[in-house]
């Protein structure tokens, strides 16, 4: 069943969010502007995720652009419209705080992408769990051409691919094609852009399927470990499952595989 959510259903709203069959759809609403994360943009998106994280009737998040793009990066208009430090420091607070939010929200997030996601758009598909694209869709981190480096950018497109990978886009500043992303890893896969929305809906419908306690559990240690040395990672991913196995869906995926049949979830 899909439903628009009330607080985002006008089209002029600034997010627009769909929930069907536990997944909740946020799709960025600024097409005239290639969905240029505008300090109103980014507001409406936080706001969504805050309300999602507690939210127990959604189990994945997909994020999308409407209109021709993904999202073309920051607004660069409203930043020469205001050009002070203090402007500047509160956007780029602002978007980091964003980017962390898609990080830390309980459900995993995917991004899926169309048309170009450039610079802060580029941002956010590396930062999401999981990213698909159409095979017509283009990346770049193009700040360096215009004299302004990628260095937010930097921070989750350094995560999600290889160090020689990532300079060489934050250095060259080019765009790279949709088959090129998968080869380093930006996104997990790209299909013809008629099949993505299908590929998206699968992908989301099989995470939706098991237990939101145990995927919720799995992304925050794997955010939290990332980081870590090896040894302290393991001594936190030990004590993350023995967590994980008190749960009471732990006890009933496992005693259903025992016994052969389909598990019945609680999230608890």
């Known amino acids: 069943m899909s439903t628009a959510h009330p607080a985002t259903s006008s089209s002029d ?29 980014m507001a409406a998106l936080q706001d969504q995720l805050d309300a999602l994280h507690n939210d127990p009737s959604v189990r994945v998040i997909v994020l ?15 930043m020469r419209a205001s050009p002070t430090r203090e402007a500047y420091e509160a956007l780029f607070v602002q978007c980091s705080r964003l980017m962390l939010a898609i990080n830390r929200v309980r459900q995993p997030v995917i991004a899926k992408v169309h048309g170009i996601a450039t610079a802060a758009g580029c941002q956010l598909v590396a930062t999401c769990d999981l990213a698909y694209c159409a095979d017509t869709a283009r990346f770049a981190t193009p700040g360096v051409n215009i004299g302004l480096f990628c260095s937010t950018p930097m921070v989750a497109l350094s995560r999600a691919v ?24 930006l996104v997990n896969g790209s299909v013809p852009a008629g099949e993505l929305d299908s590929k998206v809906q699968a992908v989301a419908a099989k995470i939706a399927s ?28 030990a004590r993350v499952m023995t967590e994980n196995m008190m749960a009471r869906d732990a006890a009933e995926g496992i005693d259903a595989f025992i016994e052969k049949r389909a598990p019945v979830w609680c999230g608890q």
Do not use: W
């Open 13 to 41: 709203a600034l997010v627009l969010r769909e929930d069907r069959d536990g997944v909740a759809k946020l799709t960025l609403n600024r097409p005239q502007a290639r969905n240029a994360l505008s300090v109103g943009l």
């Open 64 to 78: 999308a652009g409407a209109g021709p793009a993904f999202c073309a990066g920051h607004d660069l208009k409203e």
């Open 162 to 185: 290889g160090r020689k990978a990532a300079m060489e886009m934050l250095l060259l500043g080019d765009l790279i094609d949709a088959a090129e992303a998968v080869r380093i890893g």
């Open 210 to 237: 098991k237990s939101s306690l145990t995927v919720a559990t799995g992304k925050e240690a794997f955010h939290r470990q990332i980081d870590l040395d090896v040894e302290q990672a393991y001594a936190y991913a």
